[in-house]
């Protein structure tokens, strides 16, 4: 009697080459948002059918994307929200949640402007922008915070800030585990320097501890 052909391998293979064209996708897109579907399989070390049997386009694979980083975002705004704590010390556990996302972050930025659209992309966004205002807010009304600007004008300025920091260190310009960009961030937020050094460094040690 003949034995049935093992086919958890060949699942196991097809979810391994999909995380690995994702992965791919996620780092060429990022330096180039123009980049095709041949060069990202190339770059992905499988053939173009292979691309194309998980992902039948473009807008497939941008999808794939978009969903893989708000499921990201969600998750680090989840562990790393601390609502119950000073504004500044919120403030500092939420650059901290964001940063070991911030490649998800840069890529839908990009994607806003040549693929997506800034109204997906704002939906995906929305949770960590919300977070972010409603801790500048409190901050603001604690006296925590400057309140020159309304919480979500400076919360985009903010986010801005970050952006381009990611860019920096992806660059190899700067290097960074977040401390130096939460830093910065309370400072342009209103807290001045000694106190943010101090309350980031804490914030810092306790994510360390945690992992």
């Known amino acids: ?23 791919t996708a996620r780092r060429e897109l990022g330096r180039n948002p123009d980049v095709t579907l041949e060069e990202l399989a190339r770059a ?7 691309l194309f049997g998980h992902f039948p386009g473009r807008p497939a694979l941008l999808e794939a994307l978009a969903d893989e980083a708000a499921e990201t975002l969600r998750g680090a705004l989840e562990s790393g929200a601390r609502p119950e704590e000073p504004a500044d010390r919120a ?29 997906r992309v704002s939906e995906i966004l929305a949770p960590a922008r919300a977070a972010a205002a409603t801790i500048l807010e409190r901050g603001q009304r604690d006296g925590v915070f400057h309140s020159r600007l309304p919480p979500a004008v400076l919360s985009a300025g903010l986010e801005a800030m970050t952006v381009a920091l990611f860019d920096e260190v992806n660059s190899g310009a700067l290097e960074d585990d977040g401390t130096h960009t939460a830093i910065a961030t309370m400072v342009a937020a209103g807290v001045p320097e000694e106190r943010a050094k101090v309350v980031v460094g804490e914030v810092s040690a306790e994510v360390n501890a945690a992992h």
Request: glycine share 6%; hydrophobic share 45%; charged share 25%.
């Open 44 to 50: 992905a070390g499988v053939v173009r059918r292979t």
């Open 91 to 119: 403030l500092a556990h939420f650059v901290f949640s964001i940063w070991p996302v911030g490649d998800r972050y840069r890529l839908l930025l990009a994607l806003a402007r040549h693929d997506l659209g800034t109204d």
């Open 1 to 23: 009697m003949t034995k049935p052909v093992a086919r958890v391998p060949q699942r196991s293979n097809a979810r391994s080459n999909r995380a690995r064209i994702l992965a």
